[in-house]
């Protein structure tokens, strides 16, 4: 699951922010087991973790301050957030990112691009079965959004 969500607040001093996402369903294909899910939150990845569940079945997902911070988010601003099932489909965001980190030109830019960009930018590197064929897409993306530009016509 990929989508973007809106960061809510409870009311009152010392209140947390959180995000609520839609319930997780099994199928043949994907068995949902709370306790290995990894978040990626604006292409931050969280350590494997458990999500709370609330009474109508959506998942409560906690951001801490240290958090927002980092990502440069508050309640009422807008996330990406991307789910996986223990240590599948993270390695591209995973490398993407060190990449960026060292491009700091091109990090910045990354940061800059509206969430629906990161997040179209992130499933051309990933929708790839081949690893050569990231590694292309994910050079090219940091090449290019060192000198400002993006990788692909959005």
């Given at each position: 699951m990929k989508e973007i969500f809106v960061l809510q607040r409870f009311p009152g001093k010392g209140s947390w922010?959180?995000?609520?996402?839609?319930?997780?369903?099994?199928?043949?294909n994907l068995k949902?087991?709370?306790?290995?899910?990894?978040?990626?939150?604006?292409?931050?990845?969280?350590?494997?973790?458990?999500l709370m569940k609330i009474k109508d079945g959506r998942l409560f997902l906690p951001v801490n301050a240290g958090l927002r911070k980092t990502i440069g988010k508050e309640a009422g601003d807008e996330v990406?957030?991307?789910?996986?099932?223990?240590?599948?489909?993270?390695?591209?965001?995973?490398t993407l990112m060190e990449c960026l980190a060292d491009e700091p030109n091109a990090l910045t830019n990354f940061k800059a691009l509206?969430?629906?960009?990161?997040?179209?930018?992130?499933?051309?590197?990933?929708?790839?079965?081949?690893?050569?064929?990231?590694?292309e897409r994910i050079a090219k993306s940091v090449t290019t959004l060192s000198s400002g530009g993006f990788p692909f016509k959005p």
């Open positions: 922010t959180y995000a609520l996402l839609p319930a997780l369903k099994s199928d043949s949902v087991m709370l306790s290995s899910v990894i978040v990626v939150i604006d292409t931050i990845e969280l350590p494997p973790g458990k990406v957030i991307e789910l996986f099932i223990d240590g599948q489909g993270t390695d591209a965001v995973s509206h969430p629906d960009l990161q997040k179209r930018l992130i499933e051309w590197i990933s929708e790839s079965k081949s690893e050569k064929v990231i590694v």
